[in-house]
């Protein structure tokens, strides 16, 4: 499995950005996806995971303003970031495991590139 992320950019805080995960293969409804994040100086933090069933799994700092979703007809998920903070400015990453949503990095096989959003105050 490939993964290419993709939408991130720079962003006033209160705006809006969708971001993109596009996987090649046959399997991707079979995988669930994870999206993580790097902030400048910090470790990588999971953000949230939509499972094959479609269940959603979110870090509670980001509960009622992202939201993960997948279109297997198109291979791609997606995470819906609204009321941006300057403190949702990172890289962003996109994951994928064959062995359910996890938090934890370590249970990902799969990795995009990931892409930067910068939310000004």
């Known amino acids: 499995v490939q993964l290419q992320a993709s939408g991130g950019g720079l962003v006033q805080a209160g705006g809006s950005l969708r971001l993109s995960c596009a996987a090649s293969?046959?399997?991707?409804?079979?995988?669930?996806m994870g999206w993580f994040r790097r902030a400048p100086g910090k470790g990588r933090e999971f953000v949230g995971g939509i499972a094959s069933s479609g269940a959603t799994d979110y870090v509670d700092s980001v509960k009622d303003r992202f939201i993960i979703s997948r279109n297997n007809a198109k291979n791609t998920a997606y995470l819906q970031m609204n009321s941006l903070k300057p403190e949702d400015t990172a890289v962003y990453y996109c994951?994928?495991?064959?062995?359910?949503?996890?938090?934890?990095?370590?249970?990902?096989?799969?990795w995009g590139q990931g892409t930067q959003v910068t939310v000004s105050s």
């Open positions: 293969g046959r399997i991707f409804l079979s995988y669930a």
């Open positions: 994951a994928a495991t064959q062995y359910g949503t996890s938090r934890y990095y370590s249970s990902y096989q799969y």
